[in-house]
């Protein structure tokens, strides 16, 4: 007999139906279940304890774990550990946490063909642990056996707090732009830019290609030297000086960071074009 007993009832009756769900699949029942509503479990190995424990136990409780407990787990960390108090700002981080658990964000700091999956972690720890005869408390277990885990999930919390605090900057930024473009007089009506990947091609109202040399002469120095942030001299620096009332860019990457970042600083005055659209226009890129 195994006995599982839970600070929350409701965890107790989550880990049955779990329990319960992955033996109606099985034609040969290894043990039988008990939920008392006390928040406790019990699981009667009927007979093959090692398969049982393999089979059914270490799966389910590992399901159960990744579910219902691993959030938990992640805003724990985020609150108790780095002092996330404010609920909007956890659950921005959670979702970011989870970006890098499911794989898309990339994790810079860790070498892939060594990560060990979460799953394995729990589970490895679940074999060492289980047995017949065994009464413990699941909070116990998770603290004291699981600390690879809960370690595997502070990394993950880690990057989530930095992708947070870059996107904070990120956003700082972006607002200290349009503030500058909403107090500045517009240089010229309209700019044509052309995104030649990597680098960006200027053009006037009229489409006469800008040198340049015309574009630093057209850079408001202040802007480069008064910001606290590094402000690019090749593409923002000249269109936030020149603040035109109407910017046409002509691109296939809309998921470039550059041509997001003009995006959200010029917004409204933005207008995404083709590039085969720019030759219709006027006289061609030249």
Do not use: W
Request: with cysteine; aromatic share 12%; charged share 25%.
């Amino acid at each position: 007999m195994i006995e599982i007993y839970f600070e929350q009832a409701n965890d107790a009756e989550k880990l049955f139906h779990v329990l319960k769900q992955k033996q109606q699949h099985e034609k040969n029942r290894l043990f039988q279940l008990a939920y008392t509503g006390d928040s406790r479990v019990t699981i009667y190995i009927q007979q093959n304890l090692r398969e049982s424990i393999s089979r059914f136990l270490i799966p389910s409780i590992t399901q159960f774990i990744l579910r219902f407990i691993e959030d938990r787990l992640l805003l724990s960390i985020i609150s108790g550990t780095f002092y996330f108090k404010d609920e909007e700002e956890q659950q921005q981080i959670l979702q970011l946490a989870h970006s890098f658990i499911d794989g898309e964000r990339y994790d810079y700091r860790c070498d892939h063909e060594r990560v060990i999956p979460r799953e394995t972690l729990i589970e490895e720890a679940l074999l060492l642990f289980l047995k017949d005869d065994l009464s413990f408390s699941f909070e116990s277990f998770v603290k004291f056996r699981l600390k690879l885990y809960i370690e595997r999930l502070q990394h993950y919390v880690e990057l989530a707090i930095d992708e947070y605090k870059l996107e904070q900057e990120y956003q700082n930024f972006v607002q200290m732009l349009r503030d500058c473009v909403q107090s500045r007089q517009s240089k010229l009506s309209a700019i044509h830019l052309v995104h030649q990947p990597p680098g960006f091609v200027f053009y006037d109202e009229k489409f006469r290609k800008i040198t340049l040399s015309q574009l630093k002469q057209l850079i408001d120095r202040n802007l480069i030297i008064s910001q606290p942030m590094y402000v690019d001299s090749s593409v923002l620096a000249p269109l936030v000086s020149i603040a035109p009332q109407n910017i046409y860019l002509y691109t296939t990457h809309e998921d470039d960071g550059m041509v997001q970042t003009i995006q959200n600083v010029f917004q409204e005055r933005i207008q995404l074009c083709h590039p085969v659209e720019f030759g219709k226009n006027g006289q061609g890129m030249t």
